[in-house]
């Protein structure tokens, strides 16, 4: 047993708002931090036009940059900035509240596998090593972002409402899901869109996992910033294969595990368990 470190400092209105969670208030801000993201990339592709090459992703470090590190990067610190002045420093990367069980080190390891794959997969001759850097710290930019954003602030707040472990995953991995629907405003096909927020769900569920049987959300952050590079180093490109496609055949079997975690992580629903905060109302604050 333990218990969630509560906030006992005097709250303002602002404060107090977010600090009664719920889902629909972790879906608020999901919205607002994609309407602030959007803005941004809109004004940074505008204002760096000269240093990005929409039609070659991946062709110099300054498209990887701008085009696609930079925005995320910004919305990373600002959300960094809202755990900071909401107190929840120590909520979202101190200890786990809840321990996880032995089973999910399962994610850990289908996590781990195809990230080896796609490194073996990869034609690495076909990028600069500034590139490659730039592409590992856009990685690192958008696991930062992603995860403090679902598996930190929106875990906290359903968490803080007293919603029990069960609708935590569920709901947090969803929000994760729903966060890359926004490829569509891109131009990304609709069934493109489809898949990825399926994949994501699954995805979302592993990073879960991971935090909850690691007790923290930093290995999620790096085994998600060792999972994006190397997909699209990989593959060449954004939700589909580029140019610089490497192995075609453990490409085949790296992608494989997409359906592995979204079927491990449906199965994962049955068997995940736990509580931080007493439902509203009630007295308490247990977790198991």
């Not at 470190?5 to 919205?31: D, H, I, S």
């Not at 596998?113 to 592409?135: C, E, H, K, N, S």
Request: charged share 10%.
């Amino acid at each position: 047993m333990s218990e969630f470190p509560p906030t006992y400092e005097p709250e303002n209105a602002w404060q107090r708002f977010w600090n009664r969670g719920g889902w629909w208030r972790a879906l608020l801000f999901v919205v607002v931090y994609l309407a602030l993201y959007e803005g941004l990339s809109f004004l940074i592709s505008t204002v760096f036009a000269s240093q990005i090459d929409a039609s070659d992703l991946f062709g110099s470090e300054s498209t990887v940059f701008f085009g696609v590190a930079l925005p995320i990067l910004v919305m990373g610190l600002l959300v960094l900035v809202f755990v900071v002045t909401q107190r929840w420093k120590r909520e979202i990367f101190g200890r786990q509240p809840v321990t996880g069980a032995w089973w999910m080190w399962i994610a850990v390891v289908l996590l781990i596998i195809p990230i080896v794959l796609r490194l073996f997969a990869t034609d690495w001759g076909a990028y600069t090593p500034t590139v490659v850097l730039t592409v590992l710290f856009m990685g690192l930019c958008v696991s930062f972002a992603e995860e403090l954003l679902t598996r930190g602030v929106a875990v906290n707040m359903l968490r803080r409402h007293g919603y029990g472990e069960r609708a935590v995953f569920v709901l947090s991995s969803a929000i994760f899901a729903l966060l890359h629907s926004v490829n569509a405003l891109s131009g990304a096909e609709p069934l493109v869109v489809a898949i990825t927020v399926v994949y994501t769900f699954g995805f979302g569920a592993m990073m879960y996992l991971t935090m909850r049987v690691t007790g923290s959300i930093i290995p999620a952050i790096l085994l998600h910033a060792a999972t994006d590079p190397t997909t699209f180093l990989a593959t060449g490109g954004i939700d589909a294969h580029g140019s610089t496609a490497g192995d075609s055949g453990l490409l085949t079997v790296a992608g494989l595990f997409n359906g592995v975690y979204l079927v491990f992580g449906l199965i994962a629903i049955i068997f995940v368990s736990g509580r931080v905060f007493a439902r509203r109302g009630a007295k308490g604050a247990a977790a198991s």
